[in-house]
């Protein structure tokens, strides 16, 4: 008999490239593609945000349960219910669409915390004489134009200059704060764009238009992180970007874009928000960053990375937009609405630690030192 090993245990010289989707299967984004080991929709890891995005809904149900029981009055009036809820969603509408932009950027292992800067440095520079005299356009241009630039020097300092993301985009707050008061001689710039203020004032079939806009955003965010090769790639430069690197992504190329479209939603915020106060004006958007990074842990996604849906962030979003609402409604302070919305928040973080972190690993060391 030949001593040499069989042919089956010999290794190829070189290994065949990884593909991207592939590197997300075997760190569990994915799911299976064979037909035995196809899970259903609510079972297993592909289930697992459904499962999330159920129990906001359940949330919001319970939000609205509170409200009939301390308002009966004004639930009992079927309009004043269908004019409250688009309300919520006209108020949840701004921060919305900064939020898609920041999930993205946290699925990807990052953070944001510019976003309400670059929002007035947008509407800042889109309500500027020189620009309104371009009309709509230009405004909207400028506005898109001016979001994308600064989240892309976000992403080239974080990606290339391997600056922390907190400190550089810490850094960008404060410096397009000052750029947008200096834009402005820290005064307030009137809107005198008709087509630009209409955005918020007018509606289309009884729906306002700022609830399209938001609508449009959240369902392109969707499709492109769930049905695009960009958004299997920030699943996965979230979750390893070392792995991503080796599946051959382009991890510094990537983290760029992310922050570009973080900006570019910025830059689309800014405009709905200087429709709906016909003004710009450097303190606008203020800490909106908080409410979009609040919403998106509150929807479900991992602050460490590799894991988030945008449907959750938007039920976040409305979460808060509808607490704002109902402490209004009942004439209760912004102080207890803020103690509230930050219990809420420290509340979602320990669930997802008790699912994903460092807690459940903590149990499970302790089982294994006491057998």
């Not at 203020?197 to 729906?207: C, E, K, P, T, V």
Request: glycine letters at 12%; aromatic letters at 6%; hydrophobic letters at 50%.
């Amino acid at each position: 008999m030949s001593d040499s090993p069989p042919a089956a245990t010999q290794l190829p010289a070189q290994s065949p490239p990884v593909e991207p989707a592939e590197t997300n299967m075997a760190a569990g984004y994915g799911r299976p593609t064979g037909s035995g080991a196809r899970l259903s929709w609510f079972n297993g890891d592909g289930g697992e945000g459904a499962k999330r995005n159920l129990a906001l809904i359940g949330v919001l149900l319970a939000l609205f349960a509170i409200g009939a029981a301390t308002r009966s009055d004004l639930y009992a009036n079927p309009d004043w219910v269908w004019a409250n809820m688009l309300s919520i969603l006209k108020l949840a509408s701004v921060v919305g669409v900064v939020t898609v932009g920041m999930t993205f950027v946290i699925i990807g292992g990052g953070i944001d915390l510019s976003v309400g800067a670059i929002v007035a440095l947008a509407g800042v520079w889109s309500t500027t004489v020189a620009t309104q005299s371009f009309g709509a356009g230009g405004m909207i241009f400028t506005a898109i134009v001016v979001g994308v630039a600064v989240g892309l020097v976000n992403g080239t300092l974080i990606a290339y200059g391997r600056l922390v993301p907190f400190i550089a985009t810490l850094a960008m707050l404060v410096a397009a704060r000052g750029l947008a008061a200096e834009i402005s001689q820290k005064q307030t710039q009137i809107s005198q764009n008709s087509v630009i203020n209409g955005i918020a004032s007018n509606d289309l079939l009884g729906i306002p238009l700022l609830v399209y806009i938001l609508a449009a955003v959240v369902a392109a965010g969707w499709v492109l992180l769930n049905r695009t090769t960009f958004g299997r790639r920030t699943v996965a430069v979230g979750g390893n970007p070392e792995a991503a690197r080796l599946a051959g992504i382009d991890v510094k190329r990537h983290t760029l874009l992310l922050y570009g479209l973080s900006g570019l939603c910025c830059g689309i915020a800014a405009i709905m928000l200087t429709a709906q106060a016909t003004s710009a004006q450097a303190a606008m958007a203020n800490l909106y960053e908080l409410d979009a990074i609040a919403a998106v842990i509150i929807g479900g996604t991992l602050l460490s990375g590799g894991r988030g849906t945008i449907i959750g962030s938007l039920l976040g979003v409305i979460i808060f937009a509808t607490i704002t609402n109902l402490f209004a409604i009942n004439g209760l302070s912004t102080e207890a609405q803020n103690m509230v919305k930050g219990g809420i928040i420290v509340a979602a973080v320990l669930i997802q630690q008790v699912q994903f972190g460092s807690l459940s690993q903590f149990f499970r060391r302790n089982r294994l030192t006491t057998t």
